[in-house]
């Protein structure tokens, strides 16, 4: 019995100290840290060329990566941003289209210090548009204002964009983003992402929601196929599809409802389940090896799941950087160090 109550106290300390790391790592960020630069990337021979002035933003011959930037995350936009050129063919081809809500001129500084050769533009986010609509969730990082930004980028972002891949900032990727930018996605379809049918759909989504026939119908209604569950950390959106169908509106309702009545718990994610579960396009799940985080409570341990891996997403509660600087990584996390550009802080190792 006193090895049983010894064990569980060594794992609530061990909850409890990730739980403080986590606050650490994003409070002390504004205290000086800096990021390495990292090397230049170039085209192979058969790239195509694209502008070198501010024409890059708009050209249809890149590949546009969209991302949000924020100082909570922003080592492991770092580390996305440099997975994503190393395995590129094109690197050059890339513009990344960041969205932040603050500190802009900071974190632009920031990118342009580890990476003065890339192509990318950074566009204001007003929270105050959705701040009195975001609900509480079962963790406080999904109500983070900046985390609803993909609600909004097809408004964010300009008008002649037609395409774009989003990314969360806990993520890298081992593959090139060409592959994903180019999936094919059918006339009648606005986004693609990998599907995960063997999840427990219903647990998105409240007793409340359930029980009431007028609001759970509309899972069944005007679907291609059964709705699955998918991960907003990865996809590929058609912007002009997106606008032409007013899908932000679409989103919003729902979030309104939400404050109405409890329909859900997880932050931004079921208010895309109910408007495009089961008319996205699919995506091989290579494309996002989520849940490397753990879940969203204790954010333990887990494995890479079995098959091919293109992406690595640290979806969940535990984060890469996190555990490394604690001490007490997972094996996983050993694949997101070479990505780190963090510099050390060597009066930190001296002291």
């Given at each position: 019995?006193?090895?049983?109550?010894?064990?569980?106290?060594?794992?609530?300390?061990?909850?409890?100290?990730?739980?403080?790391?986590?606050?650490?790592?994003?409070?002390?960020?504004?205290?000086?840290?800096?990021?390495?630069?990292?090397?230049?990337?170039?085209?192979?021979?058969?790239?195509?060329?694209?502008?070198?002035?501010?024409?890059?933003?708009?050209?249809?011959?890149?590949?546009?990566?969209?991302?949000?930037?924020?100082?909570?995350?922003?080592?492991?936009?770092?580390?996305?941003?440099?997975?994503?050129?190393?395995h590129?063919?094109?690197?050059?081809?890339?513009?990344?289209?960041?969205?932040?809500?603050?500190?802009?001129?900071?974190?632009?500084?920031?990118?342009?210090?580890?990476?003065?050769?890339?192509?990318?533009?950074?566009?204001?986010?007003?929270?105050?548009?959705?701040?009195?609509?975001?609900?509480?969730?079962?963790?406080?990082?999904?109500?983070?204002?900046?985390?609803?930004?993909?609600?909004?980028?097809?408004?964010?972002?300009?008008?002649?964009?037609?395409?774009?891949v989003?990314?969360?900032?806990?993520?890298?990727?081992?593959?090139?983003?060409s592959?994903?930018?180019?999936?094919?996605?059918?006339?009648?379809?606005?986004?693609?992402?990998?599907?995960?049918?063997?999840?427990?759909?219903?647990?998105?989504?409240?007793?409340?929601?359930?029980?009431?026939?007028?609001?759970?119908?509309?899972?069944?209604?005007?679907?291609?196929?059964?709705?699955?569950?998918?991960?907003?950390?990865v996809?590929v959106?058609?912007?002009?599809?997106?606008?032409?169908?007013?899908?932000?509106?679409?989103?919003?309702?729902?979030?309104?409802?939400?404050?109405?009545?409890?329909?859900?718990?997880?932050?931004s994610?079921?208010?895309?389940?109910?408007?495009?579960?089961?008319?996205?396009?699919?995506?091989?799940?290579?494309?996002?090896?989520?849940?490397?985080?753990?879940?969203?409570?204790?954010?333990?341990?887990?494995?890479?799941?079995?098959?091919?891996?293109?992406?690595?997403h640290?979806?969940?509660?535990?984060?890469?950087?996190?555990?490394?600087?604690?001490?007490?990584?997972?094996?996983?996390?050993?694949?997101?160090?070479?990505?780190?550009?963090?510099?050390?802080?060597?009066?930190?190792?001296e002291?």
């Amino acid at each position: 019995m006193h090895n049983i109550f010894s064990n569980a106290k060594m794992h609530a300390s061990y909850i409890l100290y990730l739980t403080m790391l986590a606050i650490f790592a994003t409070s002390s960020f504004a205290a000086g840290e800096r990021f390495k630069e990292a090397p230049e990337f170039f085209n192979s021979p058969d790239c195509l060329t694209i502008e070198s002035d501010e024409g890059f933003v708009c050209s249809d011959k890149a590949v546009h990566v969209a991302m949000t930037l924020d100082t909570a995350y922003l080592r492991g936009s770092m580390a996305v941003i440099l997975s994503v050129l190393q395995h590129s063919s094109c690197p050059q081809n890339i513009v990344f289209h960041f969205v932040t809500s603050k500190q802009t001129h900071r974190l632009q500084n920031y990118v342009v210090s580890s990476f003065p050769y890339l192509k990318f533009k950074i566009y204001p986010y007003d929270v105050a548009a959705i701040s009195g609509l975001i609900s509480t969730s079962i963790r406080s990082a999904l109500d983070s204002p900046l985390n609803y930004a993909r609600n909004y980028l097809a408004d964010i972002l300009p008008a002649c964009l037609s395409r774009v891949v989003y990314l969360d900032s806990d993520l890298i990727l081992v593959d090139d983003v060409s592959k994903l930018f180019t999936t094919h996605i059918p006339s009648d379809v606005v986004l693609a992402a990998p599907e995960y049918c063997n999840a427990n759909f219903t647990t998105y989504f409240t007793p409340t929601f359930w029980s009431n026939p007028s609001l759970s119908i509309t899972l069944s209604l005007n679907r291609r196929h059964s709705p699955c569950y998918f991960n907003t950390g990865v996809m590929v959106i058609e912007l002009k599809k997106w606008r032409e169908g007013d899908y932000t509106r679409k989103i919003i309702e729902w979030m309104e409802l939400q404050k109405r009545i409890r329909i859900y718990e997880l932050g931004s994610l079921p208010p895309f389940l109910l408007v495009f579960a089961g008319n996205i396009a699919p995506v091989d799940h290579r494309w996002n090896q989520h849940g490397l985080g753990g879940d969203n409570f204790r954010g333990l341990c887990r494995d890479l799941h079995p098959g091919p891996v293109s992406l690595l997403h640290w979806s969940g509660k535990g984060k890469p950087w996190v555990r490394l600087d604690g001490g007490m990584p997972c094996p996983i996390d050993a694949l997101w160090s070479p990505y780190d550009l963090l510099e050390p802080r060597f009066d930190l190792i001296e002291s």
